[in-house]
């Protein structure tokens, strides 16, 4: 029975890792993707047009419902990577200050990453959803203009902020510590996680800087827009 349950419960932390680095490297194509305005205009109107299959049709106008299709999958994705990591979360206050308590005793980077992968995870599902909402009801409000119009106008820069911050340090740490929780490429050496744990760093910080700079670049189109 009991070697029953850790395969069971290996599964689930399988299932997790999978569907947390589809997740996150959906994330970095998506934000390379919408980082197409700091190309050009017309770049990000290629690219929005491309997702859609616009090459499909004569006129041009391509299929929007695609978006939504695309979201509702990801939305999908992420209900059961959310699912399979609440397991792992504390679920009362005590067990927040018993694990406070611990890595006061026990000063391990690796458990630092893990606490900074659950407080993103929760900023993450509560900002994530709204995001989604958008594309699944709105799929045609994709492009240079109205993109931008949503982002300055409606104010969700408020929430694109904060979500890219989240997402890109939890994507991060994510893929870290998937790399050696299941030794993807054994190497035996000691500098190998700290090298790891620098790349890491470095993928965060790069890509907070090209959102950052993208979603400067949509607010300045949004201001002249209005």
């Keep these: 029975m009991y070697r029953l349950a850790l395969t069971k419960q290996g599964q689930l932390d399988a299932l997790q890792s999978l569907t947390g680095a589809m997740l996150a490297l959906f994330l970095w194509v998506h934000l390379i993707l919408v980082s197409s305005i700091l190309i050009s205009q017309d770049a990000m109107r290629w690219v929005a047009k491309t997702m859609e299959l616009a090459f499909l049709t004569e006129d041009g106008s391509g299929f929007p419902v695609i978006v939504s299709l695309i979201a509702a999958a990801i939305f999908a994705l992420f209900v059961i990577h959310t699912v399979l990591a609440c397991r792992k979360l504390p679920s009362s206050f005590i067990q927040w200050r018993k694990l406070r308590q611990q890595m006061q005793i026990v000063d391990h980077g690796d458990t630092r990453f893990w606490l900074v992968q659950a407080i993103t995870g929760i900023v993450i599902l509560f900002l994530l959803p709204p995001h989604l909402f958008v594309m699944l009801t709105q799929p045609d409000s994709i492009g240079p203009v109205k993109s931008s119009i949503r982002i300055y106008e409606q104010g969700f820069w408020l929430l694109y902020l904060p979500l890219l911050v989240a997402a890109e340090i939890h994507a991060a740490v994510g ?35 090209i959102g950052c700079a993208a979603l400067v670049r949509y607010i300045q189109i949004g201001m002249a827009s209005v």
């Design 175 to 209: 893929l870290y510590r998937v790399w050696l929780k299941w030794n993807l490429i054994p190497v035996n050496s000691p500098h190998f996680r700290p090298r790891l744990a620098t790349v890491k760093n470095v993928l965060s910080c790069v890509f907070i800087i």
